[in-house]
């Protein structure tokens, strides 16, 4: 059973985290200062067929992307990289 979550980001929708929400689809990302896009984001977060498949994305993602094996690795590369760099 997939559990919906409601993700409103209110950063620089130039970031890394909000290309990321939007590219995946699994949230709507909202600029701080903009109250219309704010309007706007609630009522399409008002569709359960959109909450529905914000959070299968989600949890895809989730389980292709961040899961164990990969996150150790990118962990390694980078502690990896960390200490070559200081050679």
Do not use: H, P, W
Not at 11 to 39: M, N, P, W, Y
């Amino acid at each position: 059973d997939i559990q919906t979550f409601i993700l409103l980001y209110d950063f620089d929708r130039e970031s890394e985290l909000a290309s990321l929400i939007d590219t995946v689809g699994c949230g709507v990302t909202v600029q701080a200062d903009s109250k219309d896009e704010l309007i706007k984001a609630i009522r399409q977060m008002a569709n359960a067929a959109d909450l529905s498949k914000m959070g299968k994305l989600g949890k895809t993602y989730l389980q292709t992307e961040l899961n164990k094996e990969k996150c150790v690795k990118m962990y390694v590369d980078t502690i990896t990289s960390v200490m070559e760099n200081k050679r």
